[in-house]
């Protein structure tokens, strides 16, 4: 899905002072890209990935996606959006720690009622696809670091989104670990055929996107 970015701005309010977390972004990300967002801590990359992932909205400009303006949407549709056309990756996993890997996947069929009966077998075959199949029945505790991001990124493909986003999903992993999972994402997007919006300070990401946005002070720099 191509998505249009235009004029985009945020300002959030800290007390007395006012801080512009997003001041005028611009940006085209092409249909079935790979594109990391980078930046200093502040630089307004989480805050634009938030408002792609329609858990923010901005006070002025619009965000596109395809021919729908998100930006226009009332907030009781954007679950639609949020649960429908979008997949989110987060650096700390976000797993339930109670549930298994099969059923942390599962979550996000919950509400689709016409696939309640396959939904443990499209888990299952999703988690077979990052590499768990003889994980699926363990708890996160019982999973390594990376296995856990695994179990996250099959939880945010079950539902085969238009676009995936992910903050910072190599943060709390090892160098090796962190160059499995970029494989892993690259791979499954190359197959998938999704777009894939990432922000990451991790070079490896880098090295692997089609194009690199370097934000600073709230705008793209480059």
């Known amino acids: 899905m191509k998505i249009y970015i235009e004029n985009l701005k945020k300002i959030y309010k800290m ?19 790979f594109l990391t967002i980078m930046g200093r801590s502040g630089s307004g990359k989480s805050t634009l990935l938030n408002m792609i992932g329609c858990l923010d909205q901005p006070d002025e400009g619009q965000i596109i996606f395809g021919d729908e303006n998100i930006t226009n949407l009332k907030k009781s549709e954007l679950p639609y959006i949020r649960r429908e056309k979008i997949g989110f990756i987060f650096q700390n996993y976000n797993l339930l720690p109670t549930l298994t890997a099969l059923e942390n996947v599962i979550l996000p069929l919950r509400y689709k009622k016409s696939l309640k ?7 299952a075959d999703m988690l077979e696809k ?33 676009v995936v986003l992910a903050d910072e999903p190599t943060g709390s992993v090892d160098t090796q670990t962190a160059r499995e999972i970029v494989n ?22 880098g090295e692997a996107s089609d194009l690199i946005v370097n934000m600073g002070d709230g705008r793209i720099l480059s």
């Open 15 to 33: 007390g007395n002072i006012k801080v512009k977390a997003l001041n005028g972004v611009n940006l085209t990300v092409e249909d079935r890209s």
């Open 117 to 123: 009966q396959k939904a443990k077998t499209m888990a």
């Open 130 to 162: 990052v590499g768990l199949k003889d994980r699926i029945n363990h708890l996160p505790r019982e999973l390594s670091g990376g296995e856990q991001q695994r179990v996250a990124i099959a939880r945010a493909l079950i539902n085969n989104p238009a």
């Open 184 to 205: 892993l994402m690259r791979e499954l997007h190359l197959k998938n055929q999704q777009t894939f919006i990432i922000v990451s300070h991790d070079p490896i990401i």
